[in-house]
């Protein structure tokens, strides 16, 4: 719900932009605030922008946490049912066990050895295999229904021990977000003149959530978008893969890695990344808006063998934005490559950057 509102809003805002803009090229409205002219002023900025996106954060994690509670609602319903359930397959399967423990299947072994004709022996052994495959099914039946009530016992277990992580992300969250709130209220109260203070930090709030996320997602989203077709550009790529026995090397330079994507979208025209000793650097700007990210790769083998790329600094007009909104990015767009779409015997093992270099080593998977 309050992602619609949220969208709704960003509408009402944006279309009376667009209709001015045809009508009055020169007029805008929400102007970019631009970069901070000075010390105080990002300071403050800085925490404005932060104390917004942990609120945001600390939505996101109260929607996951009512999520959580409705499945385990749900599987507590499920688990209740399934017990019920296995109660009358346990008196079955009890019975069945009783007979074999008490030697009343033996006694149709015998009948069976004593049968005096063909006819007669033919006539045992269809009961008796009626009847083993009754208990078969009996037991069956059991150890599925016990295999799974104990499954729904581990997921409900799972969905409890997530709960609880969520609980106490919510708590530091919100303790972080109180804490940063009263630094910025003291400095406010410090500065030379708080109620224009407060209303830089009210517009810049405003610009970052109405027009400032969405072109930094346009970045990311593009940049997610051309990572899919990388394995296919270095092996196109003459030198970019090299091997030595079971081991395999992909190098990528940095101008063919820029090269790249402009060709996959002339947004990056104006945005290049930069390899560095263990560090990537990618920053661009597009008029008066900056943005500048810095990450660093790693392997990774669950779901799969990957080299996923982590956000560790994002910094949008001289801002720097708070983690919640990197591990945010991070878990909305996959900027990670696969190196067995590249090589589908091989699995990444190394990943490190020099200068205007990045490397890859892969090994045989066998």
Not at 64 to 90: A, V
Request: proline share 2%.
């Amino acid at each position: 719900m309050k992602g619609i509102l949220r969208q709704k809003r960003l509408l009402v805002l944006i279309v009376p932009i667009l209709l001015l803009s045809l009508l009055h090229p020169q007029r805008t409205l929400l102007a970019d605030p631009g970069i901070p002219e000075d010390a105080e002023q990002q300071q403050l900025l800085q925490k404005g922008l932060s104390i917004v996106e942990i609120d945001h954060e600390i939505e996101r994690i109260a929607s996951r946490q009512g999520k959580t509670q409705k499945e385990i609602d749900e599987l507590q319903i499920k688990l209740e049912e399934k017990e019920k359930q296995i109660e009358s397959r346990q008196e079955r399967a009890g019975a069945v066990v009783r007979a074999y423990y008490m030697g009343e299947r033996d006694n149709l072994l015998a009948m069976f050895l004593s049968a005096q004709s063909i006819g007669e022996l033919l006539e045992i052994y269809d009961f008796y295999d009626m009847i083993m495959d009754q208990d078969k099914t009996v037991l069956d039946a059991y150890r599925s229904e016990y295999a799974g009530i104990q499954e729904t016992k581990r997921r409900l277990e799972d969905s409890y021990r997530q709960l609880e992580q969520i609980k106490n992300n919510l708590i530091r969250q919100k303790e972080r977000v109180l804490a940063l709130q009263k630094e910025l209220d003291g400095d406010l109260a410090d500065s030379s003149d708080p109620e224009a203070m407060k209303k830089m930090i009210s517009e810049f709030t405003a610009y970052w959530e109405n027009i400032g996320i969405y072109e930094v997602k346009r970045y990311f989203s593009a940049l997610a978008s051309a990572m899919n077709d990388l394995p296919e550009f270095i092996q196109s790529k003459k030198g970019a893969i090299r091997t030595n026995g079971t081991t395999y090397t992909i190098e990528v330079q940095e101008k063919d890695l820029n090269e790249f994507l402009v060709s996959k979208n002339e947004l990056f025209k104006n945005f290049a990344f930069r390899f560095r000793d263990d560090k990537v650097v990618a920053e661009g700007k597009s008029g008066t808006l900056t943005l500048q990210v810095e990450g660093h790769y790693s392997i990774e083998n669950e779901p799969e063998n990957s080299i996923l790329f982590h956000v560790d600094k994002l910094v949008f007009n001289g801002l720097e934005l708070p983690d919640t909104t990197c591990r945010q990015l991070e878990s909305e767009f996959d900027l990670g490559f696969y190196p067995q779409q590249i090589v589908s015997f091989v699995k990444a093992t190394e990943v490190s950057s020099t200068d205007q270099v990045l490397h890859v080593t892969l090994k045989l998977s066998m």
